[in-house]
């Protein structure tokens, strides 16, 4: 028996030996890809870990993703572990004949190093697009880039005057969006989303290649932090509109959708999920991210604007750099052991949820 705040950790290394011993508890088949050219904080391995369950040839499979966007794992880990040391559940999946994948820290680097994008400044949920095509256009963009990312940090009295004026003028949500959606145009401004496909997002795609092979069904939640109210789970469908009754049906009338608009989230442009779509296309799919809140949404989109000028200003002092290190962890994960409770009860009833509705489809 563990207690709740036991499948936690305290930094990206502690997470990774605990999902590791936890699989190898399990008998996952488990594989590890390290990054070749990267150290950790703590000058540790980082690496992307997969652990697998049931069948190789399940056709029916659970995908459980974490720490895409980086410290976001924190929570999403501790989910993982917990899974994994539940009998209960995974005899009922086994009972299912269901396959189970296990993803750990899809950006290791990030998770880390306490940043939500990668390695290279890539917000992954924003680097799964079609390279070969048009990248998308967001307009709006160019002009929140200097109001949220000031010359100094913290913002002076002008710069929260302009970025207020531009609020009054547009509204909070337009400027939420316009930062956030996705951007392909400043390498170094917030939620970039690269010119290219990141080590992580080709590592997955093999790994999915390979597992979904043989899926005719496919549930994949990805788990999130940072946004909506503190401990609410919030379940943000980002797949294709076609999918959404079929998300609904299994997770209930709660599953929301960044394109009707009534969602935390704007409506991104290239979430890691949709990656299903391209290496598993035989397979009918149900997508989540699994969207736990930590602190009010300006507060973790202002601690953004400080992680995103500390990158811009490499000079700054080391006591600065700690804080906003810090201030960051605390933004994408609620270190206490009420939110962890409420994150393991909310993500056990969505995998219960999944496990039904992979039972009843057919
Ligand atoms: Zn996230």
């Known amino acids: 028996m563990h207690d709740v705040a036991s499948h936690f950790s305290g930094s990206y290394a502690e997470a990774r030996r605990k999902f590791l011993d936890a699989a190898a508890d399990r008998q996952a088949r488990v594989e590890s890809f390290e990054m070749p050219q990267h150290r950790g904080a703590l000058g540790e391995t980082l690496a992307m870990d997969l652990a697998r369950l049931g069948p190789a040839d399940a056709t029916k499979l659970i995908v459980v993703s974490s720490g895409t966007h980086g410290p976001e794992g924190f929570c999403g880990s501790g989910c993982q572990v917990a899974m994994l040391r539940d009998d209960d559940l995974q005899r009922r999946l086994a009972d299912a004949g269901l396959g189970l994948l296990l993803v750990h820290a899809v950006n290791p680097h990030g998770f880390s190093h306490l940043r939500r994008v990668n390695e290279d400044n890539i917000d992954l949920n924003r680097n799964h697009v079609d390279f070969s095509r048009p990248l998308p256009v967001n307009p709006d963009y160019a002009a929140v880039d200097g109001l949220a990312i000031p010359a100094t940090w913290p913002p002076t009295a002008a710069d929260g005057a302009a970025l207020a004026a531009y609020i009054a003028q547009h509204g909070v949500t337009a400027y939420r969006a316009s930062v956030s959606r996705g951007q392909y145009a400043v390498a170094d401004g917030l939620f970039y989303g690269g010119q290219a496909p990141s080590w992580s997002n080709r590592t997955l795609r093999a790994a999915l290649r390979r597992h979904g092979a043989a899926a005719t069904h496919i549930a994949w939640i990805d788990v999130h932090t940072g946004l909506g109210p503190r401990g609410h789970g919030e379940k943000i469908y980002p797949g294709r509109p076609e999918g959404l009754p079929l998300a609904r049906a299994w997770w209930g009338a709660d599953v929301l959708a960044p394109f009707e608009g009534n969602s935390a989230s704007p409506d991104v442009s290239g979430p890691v999920v949709s990656a299903v779509y391209d290496e598993c296309p035989q397979a009918t799919v149900a997508l989540m991210g699994l969207e736990f809140g930590?602190?009010?949404?300006?507060?973790?989109?202002?601690?953004?604007?400080?992680?995103?000028?500390?990158?811009?200003?490499?000079?700054a002092p080391e006591?600065?750099?700690?804080?906003?290190?810090q201030?960051?962890?605390?933004?994408?994960?609620?270190?206490?052991?009420?939110?962890?409770?409420?994150?393991?009860?909310?993500?056990?009833?969505?995998?219960?949820?999944?496990?039904?509705g992979l039972q009843k489809a057919g």
């Not at 930590?294 to 000079?315: F, I, Q």
């Not at 006591?319 to 290190?325: E, L, N, S, T």
């Not at 605390?330 to 039904?356: C, H, N, P």
């Open 327 to 356: 201030s960051l962890r605390e933004a994408f994960y609620g270190d206490d052991d009420a939110w962890k409770g409420m994150i393991l009860g909310q993500s056990r009833v969505v995998m219960l949820q999944t496990i039904l």
């Open 319 to 325: 006591a600065q750099r700690r804080a906003i290190r």
């Open 294 to 315: 930590t602190l009010p949404d300006m507060e973790v989109l202002d601690r953004l604007r400080a992680d995103h000028w500390l990158h811009r200003h490499p000079e």
